[in-house]
């Protein structure tokens, strides 16, 4: 061995020192040649340097910059229910649009539409007075009891169709629940019409039990009314949605409107301090520009809401501090529609509210096929909850199988434009 040849270790460990030599000198170069990069790891606190829209927005708009410190963030997870019975899924048989869920005298209550029809639903031209125009067209409100939430015991009905010319005397559906003073109400859509007749018209009716259980009296009389003629609820007052806040009923509801080419759907609020009213609409609704059924619970001193489905804040969690004026919250995706959560605080007024980790919500087409048109109510869990944290429902990748991307395919017309429309080359 001459005095140039190295012993192994030492060429190791001298090409190690080379390498960190010109590591360091390069950072050093990058670091001198340009302000200090955005740290590799990701500050928990808003850093205090020039930062794009975005970063900014990540620090004031989320409560945490990511997702998995989000409180109001969450996947959803399903499972089905045992106990409930859809006649071989043929369409007669629809349990849908679940009511939040209580607990009293030791078990689990859930309220929602139960349709039963000689057919599944025909449309608005076929329909009759026996066969279903919609889905919860003909329709009454039914209970169901549960010691766990997975498996449910049907308890009959609650709200029936009153008799013509009543409020509801086609179909009530839709309902939620609220208890106020030791008694209890069940808010629901009062249909005087088959849906579809000219559009899903409907007001808000309730109607009250000293127990769960029933018996239910109805009120008799319209207690969230339709708007007037040209505003935006003049036809549709849906999803009533109660909680309890600032010594108040607030009713949050949905309503179809615009409609041209497509209808708009967005959530208004009515508070009242009585549970049969009166209930004044707040000025400054709509206060949601997007989602669906509505979906909400008490969070902090504030009210978070699940908006899915419609809008272009769909697939968002949303807050807001004065109960009024919403700010997007949280992004997900795979949401419960429908949903009727369990919220324990629900109606006691909290002002720190603890948030939601299961319910119930519903799967309409339940086996994909419209002739036989029904849904199904399933649970969700989830932890949108301060008591709970689970570190698999903070994930924010649902993953999707292949057949779910394929079975999206593209319609007749769609492959047609695509291949008569020449490429760029081509023009
Ligand atoms: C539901 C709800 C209301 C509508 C119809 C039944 O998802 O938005 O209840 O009227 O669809």
Request: glycine share 8%; charged share 25%.
């Given at each position: 061995?001459?005095?140039?040849?190295?012993?192994?270790?030492?060429?190791?460990?001298?090409?190690?020192?080379?390498?960190?030599?010109?590591?360091?000198?390069?950072?050093?170069?990058?670091?001198?040649?340009?302000?200090?990069?955005?740290?590799?790891?990701?500050?928990?606190?808003?850093?205090?340097?020039?930062?794009?829209?975005?970063?900014?927005?990540?620090?004031?708009?989320?409560?945490?910059?990511?997702?998995?410190?989000?409180?109001?963030?969450?996947?959803?997870?399903?499972?089905?229910?045992?106990?409930?019975?859809?006649?071989?899924?043929?369409?007669?048989?629809?349990?849908?649009?679940?009511?939040?869920?209580?607990?009293?005298?030791?078990?689990?209550?859930?309220?929602?539409?139960?349709?039963?029809?000689?057919?599944?639903?025909?449309?608005?031209?076929?329909?009759?007075?026996?066969?279903?125009?919609?889905?919860?067209?003909?329709?009454?409100?039914?209970?169901?009891?549960?010691?766990?939430?997975?498996?449910?015991?049907?308890?009959?009905?609650?709200?029936?169709?009153?008799?013509?010319?009543?409020?509801?005397?086609?179909?009530?559906?839709?309902?939620?629940?609220l208890e106020w003073e030791g008694k209890y109400y069940?808010?629901?859509?009062?249909?005087?019409?088959?849906?579809?007749?000219?559009?899903?018209?409907?007001?808000?009716?309730?109607?009250y039990?000293d127990?769960?259980?029933?018996?239910?009296?109805?009120?008799?009389?319209?207690?969230?009314?339709?708007?007037?003629?040209?505003?935006?609820?003049?036809?549709?007052?849906?999803?009533?949605?109660?909680?309890v806040?600032?010594g108040k009923i607030?009713?949050?509801?949905?309503?179809?409107?615009?409609?041209?080419?497509?209808?708009?759907?967005?959530?208004?609020?009515?508070?009242?301090e009585h549970p049969l009213?009166?209930?004044?609409?707040?000025?400054?609704?709509?206060?949601?520009?997007?989602?669906?059924?509505?979906?909400?619970?008490?969070?902090?001193?504030?009210?978070?809401?699940?908006?899915?489905?419609?809008?272009?804040?769909?697939?968002?969690?949303?807050?807001?501090?004065?109960?009024?004026?919403?700010?997007?919250?949280?992004?997900?995706?795979?949401?419960?529609?429908?949903?009727?959560?369990?919220?324990?605080?629900?109606f006691t007024n909290?002002?720190?509210?603890?948030?939601?980790?299961?319910?119930?919500?519903?799967?309409?087409?339940?086996?994909?096929?419209?002739?036989?048109?029904?849904?199904?109510?399933?649970?969700?869990?989830?932890?949108?909850?301060?008591?709970?944290?689970?570190?698999?429902?903070?994930?924010?990748?649902?993953?999707?199988?292949?057949?779910?991307?394929?079975?999206?395919?593209?319609?007749?017309?769609?492959?047609?434009?695509?291949?008569?429309?020449?490429?760029?080359?081509?023009?």
């Amino acid at each position: 061995m001459n005095q140039f040849t190295l012993r192994p270790l030492a060429t190791s460990r001298l090409v190690l020192g080379l390498a960190l030599m010109a590591f360091s000198s390069a950072s050093l170069a990058m670091a001198e040649s340009s302000p200090e990069g955005f740290p590799f790891v990701l500050p928990k606190e808003k850093p205090d340097r020039p930062m794009s829209a975005a970063m900014e927005r990540i620090y004031t708009d989320f409560e945490a910059p990511r997702p998995e410190d989000n409180e109001l963030f969450s996947q959803f997870k399903y499972t089905a229910l045992e106990g409930l019975d859809y006649n071989g899924g043929d369409g007669t048989i629809t349990r849908r649009d679940p009511s939040k869920v209580i607990y009293a005298n030791g078990r689990y209550y859930v309220w929602y539409t139960y349709r039963n029809t000689p057919t599944s639903p025909k449309g608005a031209d076929a329909s009759t007075d026996v066969i279903p125009s919609r889905d919860w067209d003909l329709a009454e409100i039914w209970y169901a009891t549960s010691e766990d939430g997975f498996t449910w015991e049907e308890q009959g009905v609650a709200v029936p169709r009153p008799p013509k010319p009543e409020v509801g005397w086609r179909s009530v559906t839709t309902t939620d629940i609220l208890e106020w003073e030791g008694k209890y109400y069940l808010y629901y859509q009062g249909f005087m019409e088959a849906s579809g007749k000219r559009g899903d018209d409907c007001p808000v009716a309730v109607s009250y039990a000293d127990s769960p259980d029933g018996p239910w009296t109805p009120h008799g009389e319209i207690v969230i009314p339709n708007g007037a003629p040209g505003e935006w609820d003049q036809y549709s007052i849906h999803d009533p949605y109660p909680l309890v806040h600032d010594g108040k009923i607030y009713i949050y509801y949905k309503s179809d409107f615009d409609g041209d080419p497509i209808l708009v759907r967005m959530q208004g609020l009515a508070i009242g301090e009585h549970p049969l009213g009166p209930f004044e609409k707040h000025p400054l609704n709509p206060v949601i520009t997007s989602g669906h059924e509505t979906t909400l619970f008490p969070y902090k001193t504030g009210v978070a809401a699940l908006v899915y489905k419609d809008g272009n804040e769909h697939n968002t969690i949303q807050y807001a501090e004065d109960w009024v004026n919403f700010d997007v919250v949280g992004i997900t995706e795979l949401m419960p529609v429908a949903a009727g959560p369990h919220v324990p605080d629900a109606f006691t007024n909290t002002t720190d509210g603890r948030g939601i980790t299961w319910g119930l919500s519903h799967v309409t087409n339940a086996n994909g096929n419209w002739k036989d048109n029904h849904s199904i109510l399933i649970r969700f869990d989830c932890d949108l909850s301060r008591d709970v944290h689970d570190p698999v429902m903070k994930r924010h990748q649902v993953r999707y199988e292949v057949t779910d991307y394929l079975r999206r395919g593209l319609t007749p017309e769609q492959k047609e434009r695509i291949l008569n429309t020449p490429s760029p080359a081509a023009r």
